[in-house]
């Protein structure tokens, strides 16, 4: 039973335009939200994060938007930029107890120039 | 600040065989992390080390699989004997002491193939 879903494996955006890569999740318990970028062959990395207290955080061009009720949230990336292609990975945490992150299965973003 | 490092970057072994995979977390990271992504899907929990204590091992999906933290730096991940479902990408990550931020810091990962 998979906690975190990113429903759309894959997606394609025009240089400048804005992308949008969704999440949804099913355990409520979870507090906290982030997402991570990932290269071909790297490790992923940080890209921002929010918590359930909040709903909207914004880091220059990267914005995430939680919705509690809809349990799902969402990345926008605006404007979309070529180096930006990459797989983004969603994932969530439970702060109070164990603290392993729980992670979608990824959505490839392509932008093309 | 050097980054989380893995070793080996890739290895092939055949079905039976022992492998051992290595991590050194960055500098002061109290939390390191065992992570697996097989056949491209959700990249999957294995275990949790706090200094070198076993936090938390709910993930690791049977005893042929050991992790270990030697003095609470570096952590090895052996798997013996390995199996063919084994295949994918081991991921370390780690994380200072807690602080209010909960981002975890990923290494590059090693790429098992099991034949």
């Known amino acids: 039973d998979q906690q975190v879903k990113q429903n759309s494996p894959s997606l394609s955006v025009q240089e400048g335009r804005i992308s949008i890569l969704n999440c949804d999740y099913t355990?409520?318990?979870?507090?906290?939200f982030l997402w991570y970028k990932k290269y071909p062959a790297e490790g992923p990395t940080f890209l921002i994060s929010?918590?359930?207290?909040?709903d909207k955080n914004e880091d220059g061009r990267f914005t995430v938007f939680l919705n509690k009720s809809a349990k799902h949230l969402s990345l926008h990336i605006v404007p979309s930029q070529p180096g930006d292609s990459a797989v983004y990975f969603c994932?969530?945490?439970?702060?109070?107890?164990?603290?392993?992150?729980?992670f979608g299965s990824g959505t490839q973003l392509t932008v093309l120039p | 600040e050097a980054g989380v490092t893995q070793f080996p970057s890739h290895s092939v072994i055949e079905k039976g065989q022992t492998v051992t995979l290595r991590c050194d977390p960055i500098?002061?990271?109290?939390?390191l992390y065992w992570y697996r992504r097989v056949m491209g899907k959700e990249i999957k929990f294995l275990l949790h080390?706090?200094?070198?204590?076993?936090?938390?091992e709910s993930g690791m999906p049977n005893n042929r699989f050991l992790a270990e933290r030697t003095g609470g730096t570096y952590s090895t991940l052996k798997v013996q004997p390995a199996e063919l479902e084994d295949s994918g990408v081991y991921f370390c990550?780690?994380?200072?002491?807690?602080?209010?931020?909960?981002?975890?810091?990923f290494g590059p990962g090693t790429r098992l193939t099991v034949t």
């Open positions: 080390f706090v200094k070198e204590s076993k936090q938390d």
């Open positions: 355990n409520s318990m979870f507090d906290y």
């Open positions: 929010i918590s359930s207290i909040k």
């Open positions: 500098s002061g990271h109290d939390n």
């Open positions: 990550a780690s994380s200072p002491p807690p602080a209010g931020r909960h981002e975890q810091y």
């Open positions: 994932a969530a945490i439970i702060t109070g107890s164990a603290r392993q992150l729980t």
